[in-house]
């Protein structure tokens, strides 16, 4: 951890997980984003309630898991939304 020369800490390595989902808004486009799941075991396939740019709550299907930190992220962690919830199928 390195801390900075006000007595801040500069980083934190904490293990985040990055879904990217396809959210399909009808026929016109499918749209793909990314989001952080605080479920562990979320897997490629799986199927998921996330809230889409509008606010509303819609099915995604998961297309790719990955783990990274907040300093490797593929997008930025405070513009991220959760997941809301895995579907059992």
């Known amino acids: 951890m390195i ?3 006000s007595g801040g800490i500069i980083a934190t390595y904490d293990t985040l997980i990055y ?6 808004a009808g026929a016109e486009k499918e749209v793909k984003r990314w989001y952080i799941s605080p479920f562990p075991s979320v897997k490629p ?3 998921a309630m ?3 740019m ?3 709550v819609v099915r995604a ?3 790719r898991v990955e783990r990274v930190t907040a300093q490797t992220a593929p997008f930025p ?4 939304r959760e997941i809301c919830n895995l579907l059992s199928e």
């Open 3 to 5: 801390h900075s020369l």
């Open 19 to 24: 879904v990217f989902v396809r959210i399909d």
């Open 54 to 56: 509008r606010g509303n």
């Open 45 to 47: 396939g799986d199927y």
């Open 77 to 80: 962690v405070k513009r991220t």
């Open 61 to 63: 299907c998961v297309l």
């Open 50 to 52: 996330v809230e889409d």
